[in-house]
């Protein structure tokens, strides 16, 4: 269908503009690697439309729609009703958009989306700001971060993306991280083989928004889960699951101050964060337990 | 104020294509933004794989049995260095791409 100007060995360019270092790069990568070709790609406007195309030319092997940032959830369920109108079953629709696509922008016609039980899929990588229009604070914004729009730091806590899903009683939503690729790809996995919709919520360290060498993005992403920043669960069918629930967590100081954008935190924001960070989680062992 | 359509949709001749559409697959020369360049230490290299998994542009090639077991396409490496820091034993270095290729216009 394409005409093929470069070589790749998967489904995804290898030249594409993403930042040195950007983890949503990764993840891009092994979401579409485990989907397959039998799969169409929603993607808003954001920095994974770096993949969607630039003019003529695309990143992507397979069919796919750049759409608006509100309407990701919308537009593939139109691209899923219209694939059945036609009696296909078998190709997977993704929505793949960025923190404040999801969190914010796409809200409301995403929770229409799991409202309506659409078997689709729907990824939400977390840069955890609105970085492809120069780092705006979104409400993924974790406490304390300093954005364009935060420069102070970010003075309230994120939402809670997979507990907005399991509110709408999905079958399976998960967080996961690109350090854990293993588990990231189980995931993706598990989704597709999901009826109905599915929501993926990935840590996505980036290195230009937080403000860290490029090379640590993958030793970043593993402080989150080792420091209880970022939480790897699963929703799946009613019930909710902590994947590698840890025995202690490492204190946060050493995460934070790998990152530019906590710069302005004093000791004792530090302290204050590390008692929110370890309420937050101990909260979510309970919540698990109550299944 | 925003003015009204020239005509509504329903008098618009077929309309098949709604544009732009995006035909070629195309990669770019992400390679020309390298500051720093991996280099592999053949010799101390486990061949675990780590840095194939975890290299964004997924542009590394692992071959185990020859002696240059890891491959890296210089055409595409950004230079990000995930690659070494991730190496477990650290036989992946960094280093400065111009010195880098000076020294290979002097090889070649
Ligand atoms: C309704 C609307 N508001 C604003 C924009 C401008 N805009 C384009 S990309 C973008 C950032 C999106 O942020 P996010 O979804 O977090 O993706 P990221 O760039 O961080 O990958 C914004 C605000 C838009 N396209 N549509
Ligand atoms: S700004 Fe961040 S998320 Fe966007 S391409 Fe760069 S590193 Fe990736
Ligand atoms: S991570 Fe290091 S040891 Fe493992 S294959 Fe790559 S270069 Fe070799
Ligand atoms: S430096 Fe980055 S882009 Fe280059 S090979 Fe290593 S991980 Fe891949
Ligand atoms: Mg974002």
Redesign the interface.
């Known amino acids: 269908m394409y005409k093929i100007n470069a070589e790749s060995k998967g489904l995804v360019s290898h030249g594409v503009s993403a930042c040195a270092g950007c983890a949503l790069e990764l993840i891009f990568r092994n979401v579409l690697d485990v989907l397959g070709e039998d799969t169409i790609i929603v993607i808003p406007p954001g920095c994974s439309a770096l993949f969607s195309g630039y003019g003529k030319e695309t990143a992507v092997k397979i069919p796919g729609a750049q759409m608006t940032l509100e309407a990701t959830a919308a537009c593939c369920t139109g691209i899923k009703r219209g694939l059945l109108a036609q009696g296909n079953t078998h190709t997977t629709v993704l929505g793949f958009a960025g923190d404040g696509g999801t969190v914010d922008i796409g809200l409301q016609s995403l929770s229409g989306m799991m409202e309506r039980m659409e078997k689709v899929i729907y990824v939400c990588y977390d840069n955890e700001a609105y970085m492809n229009t120069g780092i705006q604070g979104s409400s993924s914004t974790p406490l304390g971060a300093s954005t364009t729009t935060t420069p102070a730091g970010k003075p309230t806590k994120r939402k809670d993306l997979v507990g907005i899903a399991a509110a709408h009683d999905i079958p399976y939503a998960a967080t996961a991280s690109v350090a854990y690729l293993t588990d990231l790809r189980k995931k993706v996995k598990k989704a597709k083989e999901t009826d109905g919709p599915s929501l993926l919520h990935i840590h996505a360290p980036c290195p230009t928004g937080w403000r860290y060498d490029p090379a640590k993005t993958i030793e970043i992403a593993r402080a989150a889960v080792e420091t209880g920043c970022w939480i790897l669960c699963e929703f799946e069918n009613g019930k909710w699951v902590i994947n590698k629930p840890l025995k202690e967590l490492k204190p946060v100081g050493a995460y934070l101050k790998a990152q530019g954008r906590f710069n302005n935190l004093k000791e004792h924001d530090i302290a204050q964060l590390q008692i929110q960070v370890r309420d937050h989680y101990a909260r979510f062992i309970e919540k698990a337990k109550l299944n | 104020m925003q003015r009204r359509p020239e005509k509504p949709m329903k008098t618009l001749k077929s309309c098949k294509v709604l544009g ?1 559409v ?10 020309s ?1 390298r500051i720093e360049r991996p280099v592999v230490k053949f010799e101390d290299c486990i061949k675990c794989g780590t840095c194939a ?7 590394i090639d692992i071959f185990k049995d020859e002696r240059e077991c890891v491959v890296i ?1 210089y ?2 490496c ?5 690659c ?3 190496c477990p034993v650290g036989c992946i270095e ?1 280093v400065d791409e111009r010195s880098a290729r000076k020294n290979d216009l002097q090889n070649a």
């Open positions: 732009p995006a035909t070629i697959f195309d990669s770019a020369n992400t390679g933004w998994r975890y290299c964004p542009a997924n542009i396409d055409y595409y950004k230079g990000c260095g995930i070494a820091n991730e960094m």
